[in-house]
């Protein structure tokens, strides 16, 4: 089931085209990465999808229906460069926004309830924004975003500024939204987490997008034919395989390899079982990371 | 609940709850009470020293009805006007000169008070007391009706009515031209004062909404428009509820401080308003110049005034809060704001000059004409008001202003829809007019 359908959209600011014929296809109850640079177009993108503003050409649609802002009361939006009222309290403060979006009081409140318990944060609710640290303050956020329980989660760099026990249990939250049935875009410069979570991306660069399809599948594409091999004594390089390095390493040799030889890694394998006994064998993948760089790199 | 009363509710509830609104909104009553109770008192204190005031009595009829009190002393004197005038100064050996040339039964103008610099209007009023009092008496004897005097000192409690009517003709409206600048200014500047106070509220929360980036969040829940018309509707509550409370609590301590004030009074004072005709107030014995402004104010039609006060302030209000907030969504920080707000402040400052010299000729064309333009229309036609202003004018002045409102807010809108989203871009002038074609 696709949820959002982008197609070709293009938004033209008076001399800068944000986006140039964007298209893409978010399957439902997955996890979405929409990457690139600075000033690529990610955010401009979504917020056309939140309907904050409108495509000059090119169609957004839901479930398969052409997207109209009521739609926007399914989408929980959390922008990169967040923000609340700072002499707000806490608790106001996020039965105001869920309200915003839609939701009874009673509603918010009983919801509000339980994620505070859940995050452990209840002892924050008469606190005033600018009380909170940063991190805290996020948390916060991340709940009212999530609150209305929207069908589509936007959320824009969602880790940066926690510390790694928040961001563990964040990234636990994000997994569980999803198990849940919600379909989540991510927008971020962390590599690392796209491998850990998203099952499609789209490399959006100078307002187009550059890359696009499953991780696993642009992994593989952008594979090098590289192998960690581990093993008991070295090993030699030969017409089968090039030996970029090898070093000894906790009384074993550790070698970077580059196959020559075509077929699969069985194969490959076969020939270097000849020379020593194997430890470990490894392909080695490209990261997001190398694949962005490459790819963004003039 | 609509999103956008919500809006209003949030933008409304925490403007009011903070101490800063609260204090100011109790503490400006006190303040203005306070500075007016100051000027009577100081007004009303009594030099110790005794002032000597001559008198030429040409008829010898009133010897024993000038009676020398603590602060006064009549000293009655058989010289030429000129010789005496001579030692009516300050330094001299009189404070003033009354001189009585007739009888003031036959001829009540026969009686003048002469002095180098203006009489107080408590010398005044004691002289004219004690002789309207003895004539009275006179006149009453002179019909021979026995009890008579007490029959007019009770019917004199039941002509209230009488007295009001009279307050508004002949020698009262002197009295209120003065008063009705006096609260054609205040009411002018009132709203000088909310409309900048009060655009600058909006325009700062725009900016505030902007730099921590909640606007994002917020209009991907609400249309933009929405969002800016929640926050000028919600301030001008706190505008009107400010003001509310500034008339009631004023009213209030005006009538404790009234209250306390007429306690204090001797009973010399309060026989001597009696005696001055001035009961419209009769069971209030307060001082002669408080005893008059009130008389004066029964003179003026504050529901009139008060209605069409919040009438000019919300149409003013809006018209510069829609621009406030256009300017607010288009800068980056509060510093920025200067460039912009300074061409919307200055029709605003050129408006309070413009009512200033209005009040000298309420009916001249730069009166009439800057209650026309709606940039300066809400303070000019403030003092124009108690002047009593055609009603075909107000009307007009209205109808320009509402629709002025509704071209400025349209406008302010599409700038605002733009503006909010824009961040790391100095604006200009040319690009806010761009806008408006988006």
Redesign the interface.
């Known amino acids: 089931m696709i949820l959002l359908e982008i197609e070709n959209v293009v938004k033209q600011f008076a001399e800068h085209r944000a986006l140039d014929g964007v298209s893409l296809t978010v399957p439902e109850n997955t996890i979405y990465g929409l990457l690139g640079p600075n000033g690529a177009g990610k955010t401009t993108l979504i917020r056309i999808i939140n309907c904050i503003t409108a495509p000059d050409s090119g169609e957004v649609r839901m479930n398969g229906k052409r997207m109209t802002p009521d739609d926007v009361q399914h989408i929980g939006y959390l922008p990169e460069e967040r923000g609340l009222y700072k002499k707000m309290k806490v608790g106001e403060q996020a039965l105001y926004l869920a309200q915003l979006k839609g939701m009874t009081r009673h509603d918010a409140q009983k919801a509000l309830k339980y994620w505070f318990e859940k995050f452990e944060i209840d002892a924050w609710w008469n606190k005033k924004v600018e009380e909170l640290s940063k991190g805290m303050a996020q948390k916060v956020q991340f709940i009212t975003t999530i609150l209305h329980e929207p069908k589509l989660l936007i959320f824009d760099e969602p880790f940066s500024g926690f510390d790694p026990v928040n961001t563990d249990l964040i990234k636990r939250e994000i997994l569980e939204l999803r198990d849940k049935g919600a379909t989540i875009i991510f927008s971020t410069h962390n590599m690392e987490t796209v491998e850990d979570l998203c099952e499609n991306i789209s490399l959006v660069h100078m307002s187009k997008i550059v890359l696009q399809g499953n991780v696993s599948e642009i992994r593989a594409s952008h594979a090098t034919n590289t192998y960690v091999v581990r093993s008991q004594s070295p090993i030699l390089g030969n017409e089968n395989f090039e030996l970029l390095s090898q070093i000894s390493k906790n009384g074993m040799m550790e070698s970077t390899i580059r196959r020559q030889l075509s077929g699969g890694n069985n194969l490959l394998l076969n020939e270097i079982i000849k020379q020593t006994e194997i430890l470990s064998f490894e392909e080695l993948l490209p990261s997001m990371n190398d694949i962005f760089i490459k790819t963004v790199k003039p | 609940?609509s999103?956008i009363s919500?809006?209003i509710k949030?933008e409304y509830t925490?403007r009011v709850m903070k101490k800063s609104f609260i204090l100011l909104t109790l503490l400006t009553p006190l303040l203005f009470v306070g500075m007016i109770s100051l000027i009577v008192w100081l007004g009303g204190i009594k030099d110790d020293k005794v002032k000597t005031i001559a008198v030429i009595d040409k008829t010898h009829l009133y010897e024993k009805v000038l009676k020398s009190n603590e602060s006064y002393s009549f000293q009655f004197v058989d010289a030429p006007v000129e010789v005496i005038k001579k030692q009516t100064n300050d330094n001299g050996k009189f404070t003033a000169l009354l001189y009585i040339t007739d009888n003031l039964i036959d001829n009540p103008e026969a009686a003048s008070l002469y002095s180098e610099k203006q009489v107080n209007m408590e010398l005044k009023s004691y002289i004219a007391g004690l002789l309207n009092k003895f004539i009275e008496e006179q006149k009453l004897a002179s019909y021979n009706i026995p009890n008579l005097k007490e029959m007019v000192e009770k019917s004199k409690t039941e002509i209230d009515l009488k007295t009001i009517k009279w307050g508004e003709n002949g020698k009262e409206k002197q009295g209120s031209a003065e008063l009705a600048l006096i609260i054609g200014m205040i009411s002018a500047f009132t709203i000088y004062m909310f409309i900048v106070i009060y655009g600058a509220q909006v325009m700062n929360g725009v900016v505030q909404e902007k730099?921590?980036?909640?606007v994002?969040?917020?209009?991907?829940?609400?249309?933009p428009f929405e969002l800016m018309m929640g926050k000028i509707i919600g301030i001008a509550l706190v505008g009107l509820t400010q003001f509310l409370m500034w008339v009631i609590l004023t009213g209030v301590i005006f009538s404790v401080v009234g209250a306390i004030l007429g306690a204090n009074l001797d009973v010399n004072a309060m026989k001597q308003m009696g005696q001055m005709g001035m009961q419209s107030v009769p069971a209030n014995a307060m001082p002669p110049e408080v005893q008059s402004l009130f008389t004066a104010l029964n003179g003026v039609d504050f529901a009139q005034i008060m209605i069409l006060f919040i009438v000019y302030f919300l149409g003013g209000y809006l018209l510069y809060a829609s621009l406030f907030a256009a300017v607010g969504s288009a800068v980056d920080n509060e510093t920025d704001t200067q460039q912009f707000s300074l061409p919307i402040m200055l029709p605003i400052i050129f408006a309070i000059y413009a009512a200033i010299y209005s009040a000298q000729n309420p009916d001249g064309p730069l009166a009439f004409w800057c209650s026309m333009i709606p940039f300066t229309s809400p303070v000019v036609m403030m003092v124009r008001l108690p002047f009593d202003v055609p009603l075909w004018q107000i009307g007009l002045s209205l109808t320009i202003l509402i629709l002025s409102f509704v071209g400025t807010t349209w406008m302010a809108g599409k700038i605002y829809r733009t503006g909010i989203?824009m961040y790391g871009k100095k604006v200009s002038w040319k690009e806010l007019l761009?806008w408006l074609r988006y």
């Open positions: 609940m999103k919500l809006i949030r925490t730099t921590n980036r909640i994002e969040v917020i209009i991907s829940s609400v249309k989203l761009k």
